[in-house]
T-cell receptor, first 110, second 113 residues
Framework: GIQVEQSPPDLILQEGANSTLRCNFS?????LQWFHQNPWGQLINLFY???GTKQNGRLSATTVATERYSLLYISSSQTTDSGVYFC????????????FGQGTTLQVKP | DTGVSQDPRHKITKRGQNVTFRCDPI?????LYWYRQTLGQGPEFLTY????????KSRLLSDRFSAERPKGSFSTLEIQRTEQGDSAMYLC???????????FGPGTRLTVL
């Protein structure tokens, strides 16, 4: 089956710094989503981005489907950005279930 | 649009007991998914429904697990004869169609003693 790899696995930043999280996937996809998991476990939707570039405030994402990767940019990080970031894909020709990466754990220090 | 809701949020049970979780999807979403997440891992797919039909089950879903979506609205996930290895966060998600954006509920955290 498809493999979804996220890097780095852990990231520590000072407040105000910028960061880039990467998601590589091993096969073509129909759907790609980025999530932030809060300390209570809820997955918060950040982007639905099977291809192209989107921006939402301090966050932006780019997916290059032909090269099988996606990037999540966080600018001017805040302590509230801390948590686990997941990339998840729906493989091409699959039924719709999301396949998740292992996540990137981000800690933003004040 | 009130989002996906799940009940209960936490469940502690003794090994061998049966438990049932409920998920209410976003209204008019015809797809409903169940995922399971263990500590330090990403969520893993368990099963999904399109309207009331259960169309796919993961091999992770042993015979002790059963899910229903009787009227194509809310869904229940039952685990019979719980084992300590069932301890996890159980997440529900819904979407309009198969390839559309999925939205997750807050999850039910199960602890089996």
């Amino acid at each position: 089956g498809i493999q979804v790899e996220q890097s780095p696995p852990d990231l520590i930043l000072q407040e105000g710094a910028n960061s880039t999280l990467r998601c590589n996937f091993s096969d073509s996809v129909n759907n790609l989503q980025w999530f932030h998991q809060n300390p209570w476990g809820q997955l918060i939707n950040l982007f639905y981005i099977p291809s192209g570039t989107k921006q939402n405030g301090r966050l932006s994402a780019t997916t290059v489907a032909t090269e099988r990767y996606s990037l999540l940019y966080i600018s001017s990080s805040q302590t509230t950005d801390s948590g686990v970031y997941f990339c998840a894909v729906v493989p091409l020709m699959d039924t719709g279930k999301l396949i998740f990466g292992q996540g990137t754990t981000l800690q933003v220090k004040p | 649009d009130t989002g996906v809701s799940q009940d209960p949020r936490h469940k502690i049970t003794k090994r061998g007991q049966n438990v049932t979780f409920r998920c209410d999807p976003i209204s008019e979403h015809n797809r409903l998914y169940w995922y399971r997440q263990t500590l330090g891992q990403g969520p893993e797919f368990l099963t999904y429904f399109q309207n009331e039909a259960q169309l796919e089950k993961s091999r992770l879903l042993s015979d002790r697990f059963s899910a229903e979506r009787p009227k194509g609205s809310f869904s229940t996930l039952e685990i019979q004869r719980t084992e300590q290895g069932d301890s996890a966060m159980y997440l529900c998600a819904s979407s309009h169609l198969g390839y559309n954006e999925q939205f997750f509920g807050p999850g039910t955290r199960l602890t089996v003693l």
